[in-house]
Structures are given as C-alpha cells and as structure tokens.
C-alpha cells in the first residue's frame, strides 16, 4: 500500500513543470471518433477534461458526430457520401446534420461533462455569430458544407471565464442566413487559432499520422508543416485524415505553437499527452 501511494506522489510531482507551464493556458480539444461513442472511453475522456479545467487549464470542446449522423442518415433512407474526408450536404442532409449535433450529440456530452463532475455549456458556431462560412468551393459540389471565414471566440471566451467548459457544435452561418454543415477537425483548427491556444489536440482512432497508412510502426512522432503538407501531395495522408492535418497547418499558421493528432483511445490519452515528456500520437509544428 505504502508503494502504492508513493507511486501516486511520484507521479503528481512528475507532472509538476507541466501544470506549471500550462496554467491559464487555452486547449482546444477536437472531439470524436470512437472515443466518443464508446460509454468507458467517453467517460474517461471526459474525465480528463475535467481534470484539465480544474488544475487551471482552459479546455474547449469541439465535437463531432460523424458515425452518429451516419446511422441517423441511413435509418432515413439516406447514403453518406464523402469526398476527401468531407461529408456531401444537401438540404436535407444538413437537417439532419442539425438534429442530430445539436439535438442530441452537443446535449449529451453536456450531460456527461456535468456527471464526471464538470461544468459545461453547450453551444454552435451559429450562437453569437461565432463561425461565419461561406459555401465550400471545389471541383465536386460538396452542398452546404461550409469554409470559415470568420471566428468570434467572444462567446467562447465569456463563457470560458465564468468557470464552464465550452461544447462546441461544427454549425455555422453564411452571411445570407443559411446554416452550413463544418467538418468538426477544419472548425477546431479555426477556433484553436482565434483563440490562439496554447495546443490544438486531435483525437482520432489512429495512432498519430503513419508513414504507411497500414502499418501502426510507422507512426511519425513528429513532422513540420512543410512535411506534412509534402505527405498529402504523395497520398501518404489520405481520407478522414486530410482534414485533421490541414486543420493542424491552419492553426499552426495562425500561431497555435503545437498541433497534436493522438489516438483517442487509448485510456487517458489526453493526460498522457499533455503531462508526459514522450507523450503519444503525432505532434505536428510550424
């Protein structure tokens, strides 16, 4: 027992330089994944954030809900289709995209922060005219999925500062009034640079970013903008994982000094992140 509790005492104190360095320090959290669905890993993750917010950090979650409004797309007749990681949104779609961020998944995971003995508020990019988009140009009509052009973290901020963990939807507004479906990495990386956080963490059900997408050995522990954006030119970062790195380049080029894409399921891969010297995943940097 007596072991036990040294081991504990040692470890608090191990993390001594890192409460240090990150107190008062904002990290935006992109949320999702299996760590999301999965009830243990959930509570787990969302027992770190609490931890973070309680040793003086400012966590802010932003979301997903891409398996969720998947399965809720399918049961109404619909099929998902995604082009380089983003999801195809017409009219109908982006309903449902609403309905189930909004009406279930944000209010959930408010919940859940609340029962791991948290305080949080959840919210869209639409309240407070937080995230203003425009309509994602490319060669595929991609629908109404939006670019950002323009973060207000005022409402982030204020709610931040009242003790209260922010739960952020990937929703925004057009200048026109229309709502717009934002992938949850792209609207993490925009809100990590207007807040200029100290860290953007993307949580992914990978290790971190591979040499060989089939191969877990050969994760790279570390890479510049420059070699990661040279690894989505030769197709080594491909899918779901584009967002993800551009998201890190957004917010590195915006000032966020580290990006870091970690598997969100491995228990507790926050804190091993954040509070150890090797830490996990991918640790991207300008």
């Known amino acids: 027992m007596t072991e036990d509790l040294q081991q504990r005492a040692n470890t608090l104190i191990e993390a001594l330089p890192y409460l240090r360095e990150y107190w008062g320090a904002t990290m935006v959290i992109k949320y999702g994944g299996a760590a999301m669905v999965e009830p243990q890993l959930q509570a787990m993750v969302l027992q770190d954030v609490v931890l973070l917010r309680y040793v003086g950090m400012n966590p802010v979650l932003v979301h997903g809900g891409g398996p969720e409004i998947s399965d809720m797309m399918r049961r109404l007749g619909k099929e998902p289709v995604f082009v380089r990681g983003l999801r195809v949104t017409d009219a109908e779609t982006m309903d449902i995209v609403e309905m189930a961020l909004m009406g279930r998944i944000n209010q959930d995971l408010v919940a859940a922060v609340h029962a791991a003995g948290g305080k949080a508020v959840g919210f869209s990019g639409k ?13 595929v009509d991609l629908g109404f999925v939006g670019a950002i052009e323009r973060v207000d973290p005022t409402l982030i901020r ?54 060989d997408a089939q191969d877990v050995s050969t994760l790279v522990s570390s890479l510049t903008t420059e070699q990661a954006r040279q690894m989505i030119a030769e197709r080594k970062v491909e899918s779901g994982m584009i967002p993800k790195v551009e998201a890190c380049l957004d917010a590195l080029a915006q000032g966020v000094p580290r990006c870091h894409i970690i598997d969100g399921r491995a228990p507790h891969a926050l804190l091993m992140e954040i509070f150890t010297d090797v830490g996990i995943g991918t640790m991207v940097l300008p």
């Open 158 to 211: 204020t709610i931040s500062e009242q003790g209260y963990i922010p739960v952020i939807a990937p929703i925004g507004l057009g200048e026109d009034g229309q709502t717009y479906n934002i992938n949850a990495d792209v609207a993490a990386g925009s809100i990590a640079g207007a807040l200029q956080a100290t860290k953007l963490i993307v949580l992914s059900d990978v290790p971190g970013i591979l040499a």
């Open 127 to 139: 309240h407070g005219g937080m995230l203003t988009v425009t309509k994602q140009a490319g060669e």
